[in-house]
C-alpha cells in the first residue's frame, strides 16, 4: 500500500507538465481509491515503471493510476494502455481480463492480448471516458465531477480525471468537436445523395438554414448548461481551440452549400456565417418558446439580412 | 469518416454529375493534389497552392495594369496573348483550391493592386518598360516554380506526379513569357538592371509573405475528427 502511495508521489514529480495542485487533487483521489485497492502487493507493478517516472509523457501516472484500480478488480497485472512504444509482450494477461462481466472492457477484443489493432492508444480511451461523461452533464454540469462519473461507468478510476489536464475545457471541447463531426458526416451524406440525383440541391440560403439549425439542435439536451460550457470556451486557454472547431464548422458548412470562392468572398461568407452562428446560439440559451421556434425565426431573418446584403453588393458592382 | 477520406471519396469517384441544378462541381475521375491524410503533408500542399495560385492572381493583375496602359498601341496583341495564359494557370489554380478546400491568401487585395500598379507603373515608360517587367517578373516566377519542383522532386516525385507535371508546363509558360520580353527589346529601357533588381527583390518578398500567410483560426483540427472514427 505504501508502495503505491511512494510510487503515486514519485509519478507526480516525475511528471512535469501538471501543476501541482492538480496533482495534489489527483492524489487525493488516487488515496481513496487506493483504500479500495487489495492485495496490490501481487500486483506486478513492472520495474519499467520507474525509468517512466522521469518519462514527461502527461497521460503516464493517470494511466498507471486507472489501470492500478482496474486490476484491483481483476487481480492481475497489465501494460498500461499508454505504453504502447514499450514492448511489454511477456505481460500479456489481458486473456483472465475481458471474460469478467463486471468490466466493460471493450478495448481489448482480442483474448490474446497481443499488442495491435485492438490496443487502444491514450487518445482513443480519453474519447471513451468524455463520451460516457456527457451523460452527467446534465446532473453535473460541464465539471470534471461529470468527467469522473463518466469515467466509472466505464469501470475506471475516478482518478483517471487527472488524465485532463484541461478538465472541464476538455469536456466540453470534445463535445464540440463530436457535434461537429456528427454535422459534417451528415452533410456529407446529404451531399453525396444529390450528387447521385436521388435528392434534390437546396438553395443556398435554405441550405445554411437547415445547416446551421441541425447543428443547434445538438445543443438541445445541454441547453441548461450550455452558459457554462460557453464561459468555458471563452477561457483564454481555450480561445485558440474554441476558434479552430468554430472555423472548421463553419468551413465545412460553407463548402458543402456549394461555395468554391477563391478570392475575399472566401473570408467574408465565413465571417458572415460565424456571426449569425453565434448570434443564433446566444438567442437560443435564453429563448423559452416551444422547440425554439423563436431561435428558428431570429436565424431565419439573419440569414434574409445576408442574402440581402449580397443581392445588393451585387447590384452595387 | 475521416474528412480526409471524404475528400478522397469526392476526389477519386468518377461519377457523372446526373443533377445539374446542383451548384457543387461534379467529382473529378482524378485530382491533381495527391489525397492525403498526413497533416504536414497536406498543409506543405495546401500552403504551395496558395502561394501559386497567389503569383498567378498576381500576374494577372500586372498584365491588366500593362493592358490599361497600352491597351491602344501595337504591343496590345502581345499582351493581350500572354494575358490570356495567365488567366489560364490562374483558373486551374482556382480549380485546384476549390477542390481541396484550400484557403486563399488573405493578402489578395493587397496584390490585386501592388500587381496592377506595378504594370501600370512599368508600361507608362513604354513598350520597353514593360516588357522589362514582364521579364524581371517572369524570371521570379520561374525560379520559384523551379524551387517548388525540386521540393517536390526530393520528397517523392512518384506521388507527385500530375502536380510536377503542371507545375512544370506552368513555369515552361512562364520562360517562353520571359523570352518574349527579352526578344521585343526589354533590355533597351533605361535603368533595366536596376528596375530588374528591385521588381525581383519585390517578387522575393511577396513570395516570402504569401508563404508565411497563416491564418490561425482556420488552420483545422483534421487530426481531432480521427479519433471520432471509432
Redesign the interface.
Known sequence: MYFFYSLCICNHIGCMRSPLWLDMAALVRALRAGRALRGLGSVAVQGTVSPQCRNARRGFHCATLLRLADDSKSGTSVPPPSFHEVPTAGESSSSSEPSEDGQPNTSYQDQSGEHGEDYETEEQLQVRILTSALEFVPEHGWTVEAIAAGAETLGLSSASTGMFNNGAGDLVLHFVAQCNAQLADTLAEQHNLVQLGQAESKEMAEFLRDAVEMRLRMLIPYIDTWPQAMSILLLPHNIPDSLKHLSTMVDDIWYYAGDRSTDMNWYTRRAALTGIYNTTELVMVQDSSPDFEDTWAFLDNRIKDVVNMANTAKQVN | ?L?GS?QT?LLTAG?P???S???????RGYSVLPPTNDEEEKSMLHRMMRVD?AGEYGANRIYAGQMAVLGCTQTRPLIQEMWDQEKKHLSK??EI???N?V??T?L??LWNIAGFALGAGSALLGKEGAMACTVAVEESISEHYNSQIRTLMEKDPEKYTELLQMIKEFRDDEMEHHDTGLEHDAESVPGYQLMKAIIQTGCKAAIYVSERDVC??????EH??A??A?
Request: glycine share 2%; proline share 8%; hydrophobic share 45%.
Open positions: 469518416m474528412r471524404q471519396i461519377q454529375c446526373i443533377n441544378i446542383s451548384a457543387v462541381p461534379f467529382v495560385h489554380f482556382n483550391l476549390g477542390d478546400r484557403r486563399p488573405l489578395l487585395p490561425v483560426c482556420t488552420d483545422h483540427l481531432k475528427r479519433v471520432f471509432f
